[in-house]
């Protein structure tokens, strides 16, 4: 169950990530459904009805998807997670809510110049986890940031940051449309696969290719993808690497979560990360329920 209305689901957003952190902050009084709501300004009933219109389940069954105990689950059944989606070809078995990406990296000459004579077209769109910014060439896809605190300039300087040279314009026409396939699984067509174009080095593409692999609604530990990126004790630099991720969301580094069980940091903002863990796992729990 996906919005209907990317905008009227972005606006839930804000509500949403206002309730998340108010709970990060009182967990250990485990506040009821009641002081939640008054916390975000609405009523238990329409509290409920928000929660329901933008994810499809209760906020106390959603809450459960953002403790530590289900972070450990999650890490528990990684085991070999990668492995698994490598050999199969698949970065989701089943395919349920694959995006069907395909990734090209620039050539270091590219690379050198950042982004010298290419012209980039961006546009900000709503989305179930607030504000983003897409930007996109000729070529694919290159950048998604996320808004924050309202702040449009923060996203565009990121874009600015990966693609120094570029010529950047402001089109929402141009990527208006890629925003609806992302965010619905019902327009993932093997077919027309969303087309990346990634500049970073060579370790970095790497990392994030193997991000890509992480299916729907799962989650591994930084360890998991240095060792499938074949440097097992370069948990650090990979670490380093998710966090210059351009792509936040297509590329799902929100997927990597600390071995310890906490969520640990995230572009975005820790609080929508575990929003789109969250969103993930009760997406999958409608599907399997159905």
């Known amino acids: 169950m996906i919005p209907t209305s990317l905008s009227q689901a972005s606006s839930d957003y804000d509500r949403i990530e206002k309730a998340i952190k108010f709970i990060e902050k009182n967990l250990s009084r485990q506040p009821d459904l009641k002081e939640i709501a008054d916390h975000i300004g609405l009523s238990e009933y329409h509290f409920q009805r928000m929660f329901g219109r933008w994810v499809g389940i209760s906020p106390k069954r959603f809450l459960q998807f953002l403790t530590k105990e289900y972070a450990k689950q999650l890490l528990e059944n990684s085991s070999n997670l990668l492995d698994v989606t490598y050999d199969s070809g698949l970065s989701s078995p089943g395919r349920l809510h694959d995006l069907f990406v395909t990734c090209e990296a620039v050539t270091p000459g590219e690379y050198k110049r950042k982004g010298e004579g290419l012209t980039i077209k961006y546009g900000y769109h709503p989305s179930p986890f607030g504000e983003c910014l897409l930007a996109t060439t000729e070529r694919g896809i290159c950048g998604f940031f996320f808004v924050k605190y309202r702040d449009r300039k923060d996203p565009l300087t990121e874009l600015r940051y990966f693609w120094k040279n570029a010529d ?17 699984p019902s327009f993932a067509d093997p077919s027309t696969p969303l087309h990346l174009i990634l500049s970073g080095t060579n370790f970095q593409i790497k990392v994030w290719e193997a991000l890509i692999k992480i299916p729907f609604g799962a989650a591994v530990s930084y360890e998991d993808v240095a060792v499938q990126v074949g440097i097992p004790g370069a948990t650090r630099a990979v670490g380093s690497a998710v966090g210059k991720n351009p792509i936040s969301f297509i590329i799902p580094c929100h997927r990597v979560i600390r071995k310890t069980a906490d969520f640990g940091n995230y572009g975005g903002g820790t609080a929508r990360k575990k929003a789109i863990l969250g969103w993930e796992a009760a997406h999958l729990s409608i599907a399997h329920s159905t």
């Open 168 to 184: 950047i314009v402001e089109d929402p026409q141009a990527s208006g449309a890629l925003v609806e396939r992302i965010f619905n």
